[in-house]
Structures are given as C-alpha cells and as structure tokens.
Nanobody, 111 residues
Framework: QAQLVESGGGYVQTGGSLRLSCAASRSILSINTMGWYRQAPGKRRELVARITRAGWTVYADSVKGRFTISRDNANNTVNLQMNSLKPEDTAVYYC?????WGQGTQVTVSS
C-alpha cells in the first residue's frame, strides 16, 4: 500500500498555469499505472490523465493539449502540468495508483 500526497493546488485566473505533484511513500517502479482524477462540486470523479511505467499516456478529451502528466520514478512522484486553465477545470484533484488515493488538492480557476 502506498500513501499518496498531492501538492501544488491553488487559485489562478483563466489562462494561468499550475503544476500538481503527487509524492508516493514507496517506490513507484513497481506500479504500472498512475493517474490523476478530479471531482467538481456536484459531479462524479473523472479521469484527467494516466501514465504507465513505460510512459504511455491517456488524457481526457477536455484537457488534451493543455495538461501534461509525467512520472519521476527516481523520486517517486507523478506530476500534472496544467496550462491554459479554464473555470471548468475547477475541482479537487486526486492522485491514484489505482489501489490507493491521495487526499486531494483544490484547484480553483477564476473567470
């Protein structure tokens, strides 16, 4: 079991950028897929992006071309670079290894 801790959330204006980081309490070399999900108020949690150990990535259509997921196996972190942010990106963002979940970090984008 891995403890996952997200950081990097905050408040930005439309068009701004944020970089989220997820630190795992154990090596992520043995974890095939890691991902970021988000949940907006009143909505279901949805996949934002995921990345395999080999570096294959999948993105939600709504974030393609704006968000980039990456993993640093040496430092046991998974990052999400978010550019050109929109108000509809406002949500709590969660990191997961598809067994465990972090506590979430709030991202708020003002219009």
């Amino acid at each position: 079991q891995a403890q996952l801790v997200e950081s990097g959330g905050g408040y930005v204006q439309t068009g701004g950028s944020l970089r989220l980081s997820c630190a795992a309490s154990r090596s992520i070399l043995s974890i095939n897929t890691m991902g970021w999900y988000r949940q907006a108020p009143g909505k279901r949690r949805e996949l934002v992006a995921r990345i395999t150990r080999a570096g294959w990535t999948v993105y939600a259509d709504s974030v393609k071309g704006r968000f980039t997921i990456s993993r640093d196996n040496a430092n046991n972190t998974v990052n999400l670079q978010m550019n050109s942010l929109k108000p509809e990106d406002t949500a709590v963002y969660y990191c997961t290894d598809f067994d465990d979940w972090g506590q979430g970090t709030q991202v708020t984008v003002s219009s």
